[in-house]
């Protein structure tokens, strides 16, 4: 008996003992040690406002459930303020590179065009000192005035190339025709008669067609440089309409239940289901998404607009080419000196302070006779015989087509290499954008979060990117797209058709390829300058970025079915046909040696 009365005292004390064990480990996983912990680091809010062990708050909106909670009104509150700011952060910490990217590309094109502009005013400024000495004084304010409407026309300004380039040799025509023409009516080319002159030049066309093709290589040079410019300008106010996009109560609450609300349970180590953490973003960036297609079309304007400014020195050359130009016109001018005269007194009036010989030529004037006066509305000769042109050479500069290595400013070309060669990377950002976030808060863990308790998978509809797609989201109510968002989305279509219906062809290219170059745009470009050489054949692959993760090879574009040019086998030394007959011949050397050998 006392055997039995022993065995059912130790199974209740077993009993006990594992009742009170269950019991303590029940209330040690339900304390909120953990919550306040993360609540604390954080910075969420006062720690006061976490409870020490779990009870229940009927006020909660946001993470309800049945059973006892760590969290209270106040914490919920704070929660969806943490989450909104946390995202906000988010989001400027992947658009702070693009931003970068296009701030730091705008301020080196402008630095390098004011290089060019400055170095081509010198060029021009030189000429002038040197060949036209009684012209430079009053010339270089006309210099500066057509360097400055170029410059604010690149800029954005309102302001005309072709307008300005006409401007400027208008007010040239004057001092030209009064100090190197026509010297001895200088004094007399004031009031009526300056204007005159000024207001005819284009009819009388002294300067042949210099001015028109001045005006149409700059126009064409500079148009790519302000599209380009203002192409860098509006895509850095997207950025920072992006940096300022505001998330909604819906989208808060959101955020909130699927990062915080787990925390409630004492489970803050919980990570999202990768389902569950898209259609939570994709809700709340419904409107930044919606900008991933005009975005795209948009980095392939700067792609091509980058490649027009810089591709083939289009926009140095043009700038560097004004001098040639100018003295062109000048000398023009010059050898038809005595039509010239004629031609301004039958427009303009004789003057009566003119010399008998004032049509001599002097020093630093050629003329040349000829029987007739051609009429004021017939333009002059742009090909003067090579005699005159030998005696005219003399006046020309001597200044070099590029400056010394010291001065030089640095190359268009390196700049676009390096920013075509990051641009593309940033192609798919708004579309990508939730999938970026997603991928810093979803774990590898068997179990995940869904917004109401842990499971092993997120079974609910997973639904696209847009405003349009989120009528299925099961997540939250996105009630509309955000009208500050959908007004620089507006910009960007109508600047991208702008540009295409100006300049036909650009935008339409994921890359490009020159043929037989060798050279990928956008993936670099090597020149003499980089120190780098190519081999000479144009059959070397240059891979270069692309939006998918692959290559673009020479001679070959995305989504393009032409075969891949085969790699070109180079034989060093003998030719083929000497290689070929090599070996006969060498064994009949052999045969004729063991012939000779004496038995």
Known sequence: MSRGLFTRVNFLWIILVVSLTIETHRVKCHSCHEVKTAFQVRQIGPLKWVPETPGTDADLQVCKHQGPS???????????????????????????????????????????????????????????????????????PLITQLFSQLSLYVRGGNASVEASVHRFFDDLFPLVYGRLVNPGVAASLTGERLDCLRMTRQDMNPFGEQPQALARELGAALRAGRALTQALGLGMELMNATDAAVLTRDCSRALARM??????????????????CLNVL????????????????????????THAVAGQHSLELALLGVEGKVNDAILLAQLHGPRLAATVDKVCGASTAEAPSSHTPTEGQVSTATATSP?????????????????????????????SKNDKPKSLKKISREFVGYIPRYKTFFGALPEMLCEGEMGLE?????????VESYTKKVVGNGVHAQRQNPELKVRGADP?????KDRLEQFSQEIEESMPGLGHREAWVETGSGIVEGSGECDDEDGCQGS??????????????????????????????????????????SAAASPPSLLATLLLMLLLVPQ
């Not at 925390?263 to 180590?269: A, D, Q, S, V």
């Not at 017939?378 to 500069?397: I, K, N, Y």
């Open 70 to 140: 760590c969290c209270t009104r106040k914490m919920e509150e704070s929660y969806q303020v943490a989450v909104r700011r946390e995202t906000v952060q988010n989001i400027r910490s992947y658009s702070f590179e693009l931003n970068y990217l296009l701030l730091g590309h705008a301020t080196a094109f402008q630095d390098t065009f004011q290089s060019l502009m400055t170095f081509s005013m010198t060029h021009i400024s030189s000429l002038f000192e040197s060949s036209y000495s009684s012209l430079s004084l009053d010339a270089s």
């Open 259 to 276: 990062q915080y609300c787990s925390h409630c349970r004492g489970l803050t180590l919980i990570k999202p289901c990768p389902g569950y």
């Open 282 to 305: 994709r809700g709340c960036l419904a409107s930044l998404t919606e900008l991933n297609l005009p975005w795209r079309r948009h980095v392939a304007l700067l792609e091509d607009l």
């Open 375 to 403: 009429p004021a509305s017939t333009p002059f000769s742009e090909s003067p015989d090579v005699e005159l042109r030998g005696r005219l050479a003399h006046l020309r500069s001597s200044l070099p087509l590029k400056p």
């Open 446 to 454: 068997f179990t995940c979060w869904n917004g109401d308790d842990v």
């Open 484 to 488: 500050a968002l959908m007004e620089v």
């Open 536 to 577: 000479g054949d144009g059959t070397a692959h240059r891979e270069g970025p692309d939006v998918s993760g692959g290559v673009v090879q020479q001679g070959s574009s995305p989504g393009s079915s032409l075969p891949e040019r085969p790699p070109v086998v180079r034989v060093r030394g003998t030719s083929g046909a």
